[in-house]
């Protein structure tokens, strides 16, 4: 189908369930850890015990990212971290030993619960790959959880591929975490990673296998379509990026193949002319913080916030702050299923009527207000 005829159809889809509203999180980026046993060809986060910046936050770190962040009118609290570098790094068992954990995920849950002990920030986790229990105790301290499928390709687990050496990485162990979210009834974000090597089938295919998970157990809130962004100094630093046309076409492809309920978000920090998503269909920027930098894309600043609402005015679209969780698992028959008391308890003392956040920060005025 002709491009522009594709967009049009997927942003009536858009229109039709989700209005003329574009959202996006106020969040801080909480990088746990930047150690990891994966080793993807694209990736800068991770880092080698003994190199510059290498390990885990502390505690009193984690703190001052959430204080700076609830000053400035942040309600997320994204965890993002390398997968089981414990698994690997004999160092990064030493380190948790000296805070007190086994595991990596031990630690991040223990965060969580000092962030919603000590603060109004709600947490988001990117933890991986988990299994079944571990899914059920990050439900019982964050209002939604994370883990990007990127693809559905086995080939890319091949030999000087993007996901050789990430035993994380393989699609199976991505979906089967799906699965136990879905079973555990928590609210997730997963997405697909363009431009890594996939073909075009195997991206399409990716979003179905996304779709038939959300036709099992309605738990996706979020499908991201992020591009891949070559970066110095990895094994694909000479890879080509797709290009806008290519990101616009998986945009809208991903609308129209997934159900009207998912929404579907593009970071707006990793093209220069991000509000052209909003003509394929996106209804949401994700997460953007006015503290924090993007840590998995450092080179690519958060455009400010003011610009991202002047170009979305720009279109006829009306930029509204959200919460981690959507409005529609906050509904109390929803909640009962997706939310534990803690989170649910935390989500509701900033949501507004409507399920967004009761204060917009951006415009400084409360939902009643704006809707």
């Not at 559905?152 to 687990?157: A, D």
């Not at 959300?214 to 809130?221: L, T």
């Not at 076409?249 to 129209?256: E, S």
Request: with cysteine; charged share 25%; aromatic share 6%.
């Amino acid at each position: 189908m002709e491009l522009q005829r594709l967009m049009a159809d997927a942003a009536d889809a858009r229109d039709t369930t989700w209005g003329r509203k574009v959202t996006y999180s106020r969040k801080v980026f909480i990088p746990l850890t930047n150690l990891c046993r994966d080793k993807c060809g694209y990736c800068t986060f991770a880092k080698d015990p003994g190199t510059p910046g290498a390990g885990y936050l502390m505690p009193d770190q984690v703190r001052e990212i959430v204080r700076r962040g609830e000053a400035l009118g942040c309600k997320e609290a994204l965890f993002s971290l390398g997968e089981k570098p414990e698994l690997l790094y004999p160092e990064a068992r030493r380190i948790l030993e000296t805070l007190g954990y086994s595991t990596t995920i031990e630690y991040v849950l223990a965060m969580c619960e000092l962030v919603l002990k000590e603060s109004s920030l709600v947490p988001h986790v990117n933890a991986g790959t988990l299994d079944a229990a571990e899914v059920r105790q990050v439900k019982a301290v964050a209002g939604s959880a994370g883990i990007m499928l990127e693809t559905i390709s086995r080939r890319l687990v091949g030999r000087g591929r993007a996901h050789f050496a990430c035993p994380d990485k393989t699609p199976v162990q991505r979906l089967r975490t799906l699965k136990r979210a879905g079973e555990a009834g928590l609210p997730m974000t997963t997405g697909i990673l363009i431009g890594i090597g996939e073909t075009w089938d195997e991206r399409v295919d990716s979003l179905i296998a996304i779709a038939e998970m959300q036709a099992c157990y309605g738990h996706i809130q979020e499908v991201i379509v992020q591009n891949f962004r070559a970066k110095p100094g990895t094994l694909m630093e000479h890879a080509p990026e797709p290009d806008m046309d290519d990101m616009l076409r998986t945009i809208a492809v991903a609308r129209l193949l997934l159900q009207p309920s998912v929404s579907i978000q593009a970071p707006p920090n990793l093209n220069e002319a991000f509000e052209m998503y909003l003509d394929a269909g996106i209804n949401d920027f994700g997460g953007i913080s006015p503290v924090t930098a993007d840590h998995i894309n450092p080179e690519r600043a958060w455009p400010a916030i003011d610009e991202i609402s002047r170009r979305s005015a720009a279109l006829g679209m009306e930029l509204v702050e959200r919460l981690t969780t959507y409005p529609a698992f906050l509904n109390l028959e929803n909640a009962a299923r997706f939310l534990d008391a803690k989170p649910f308890v935390a989500l509701m003392s900033l949501a507004g009527m409507d399920g967004h956040a009761r204060y917009q920060a951006h415009s400084g005025l409360n939902a009643e207000v704006l809707a």
